[in-house]
Antibody, heavy 120, light 112 residues
Framework: QITLKESGPTLVKPTQTLTLTCTFSGFSLSTSGVGVGWIRQPPGKALEWLALIYWDDDMDYSPSLKSRLTITKDTSKNQVVLTMTNMDPVDTGTYYC????????????WGQGTLVTVSS | QSALTQPASVSGSPGQSITISCTGTRSDVGGYNYVSWYQQHPGKAPKLMIY???NRPSGVSNRFSGSKSGNTASLTISGLQAEDEADYYC????????????FGTGTKVTVL
């Protein structure tokens, strides 16, 4: 049974750096084809891909946010960490950790999401 | 990469069938059979309902079906039920992003 859970601050100030951790179980990020990523959703708005990291350390980022994002993995801890610099109120939203297999192009498992508010 | 275009809202009465469209381009929906659909109830994470245009994951009701014609994909919900009231998002493989997938704008389904 695959599960993912996000953790991190619920409130960050403008210009600060956000660090979110995804802790997962039921699979290994050392298994060929496996990827873990982050998707966010501003209140009342659509879903947006942020970043993805694969078993082979390949990483992909949203072109519009690439300069602000870093995704890393710790296979031994079953964790993936996303950092986003220079946070702004428009970055307020729910951040989801997800499981996606390379070449599948759909998300089969989602975390429950964590709401991050950016406000001074 | 622009989001795929969906109608903002679709409604129907219980028992009816409704269809949600998802329009893209030849760089995404029209060029590849990697369209997926997600259902999202308020305050909940999205749930995969359809993948690769028309495939249902295990456990998803056969009242949900997907199809594609040209640059437009569609999700049909037959025998509409109150529990189907939710937001629905399409997604497609795209050659226009290194992340390889793009989401739609989302559709609110209301059961009258």
């Amino acid at each position: 049974q695959i599960t993912l859970k996000e953790s991190g601050p619920t409130l960050v100030k403008p210009t600060q750096t956000l660090t979110l951790t995804c802790t997962f179980s039921g699979f290994s990020l050392s298994t060929s084809g496996v990827g873990v990523g982050w998707i966010r959703q501003p209140p009342g708005k659509a879903l947006e891909w942020l970043a993805l990291i694969y078993w082979d350390d390949d990483m992909d980022y949203s072109p519009s946010l690439k300069s602000r994002l870093t995704i890393t993995k710790d296979t031994s801890k079953n964790q993936v960490v996303l950092t986003m610099t220079n946070m702004d109120p428009v970055d307020t939203g729910t951040y989801y950790c997800v499981h996606r297999r390379k070449y599948d192009y759909h998300v089969d498992y989602w975390g429950q999401g964590t709401l991050v508010t950016v406000s001074s | 990469q622009s989001a795929l275009t969906q109608p903002a809202s679709v409604s129907g009465s219980p028992g009816q069938s409704i269809t949600i469209s998802c329009t893209g381009t030849r760089s995404d929906v029209g060029g590849y059979n990697y369209v997926s659909w997600y259902q999202q109830h308020p305050g909940k994470a999205p749930k995969l309902m359809i993948y690769e245009v028309s495939n249902r994951p295990s456990g998803v009701s056969n009242r949900f079906s997907g199809s594609k014609s040209g640059n437009t994909a569609s999700l049909t919900i037959s025998g509409l039920q109150a529990e189907d009231e939710a937001d629905y998002y399409c997604s497609s493989y795209t050659i226009s992003s290194t992340l390889e997938t793009v989401f739609g704008t989302g559709t609110k389904v209301t059961v009258l």
